[in-house]
């Protein structure tokens, strides 16, 4: 965090762990650690005047596999004031609306800013590399 801060940039994109396995295994931590880690990593750097993105790691395979949880942290990093939240599918291999979970309950959280899906497109219809849409009204 200090050297996204003493880089001087207007916008910061921090990345937080959605998926319960990669907090408990990669982390380490408790579920309910990450949660404050993220939140209170997002708050902070709003308070230090920088326009905020939220890249939620792991999302699609947290959703899959415990979407209660990957939304209590999107729901976290709302209430902390980000400006965009970004559905991420770090592994690869989805595409826009494949596993993105219930678009309802994503835009149940109230969040000042955008929440955008992310993926990696393996179809060979554009490029490899990660494009972000809207999540749309379905």
Do not use: W
């Amino acid at each position: 965090i200090r050297s996204m801060l003493a880089s001087n940039t207007p916008v910061a994109t921090m990345v937080g762990k959605t998926s319960e396995l990669h907090v408990t295994h990669v982390l380490g931590c408790s579920l309910d650690e990450n949660l404050k880690i993220c939140a209170e990593s997002m708050a902070y750097m709003k308070q230090k005047g920088l326009e905020t993105i939220f890249d939620a790691e792991h999302f699609f395979d947290g959703y899959k596999a415990n979407p209660q949880y990957t939304l209590k942290v999107l729901e976290a990093v709302a209430q902390a004031k980000a400006d965009a939240i970004g559905l991420c599918d770090t592994n690869g291999g989805g595409l826009p609306g494949e596993g993105a979970g219930n678009p309802a309950q994503r835009r149940s959280i109230q969040s000042p800013g955008t929440i955008e899906e992310s993926c990696r497109e393996q179809a060979g219809a554009s490029s490899p590399a990660c494009r972000c849409q809207e999540v749309p009204d379905r």
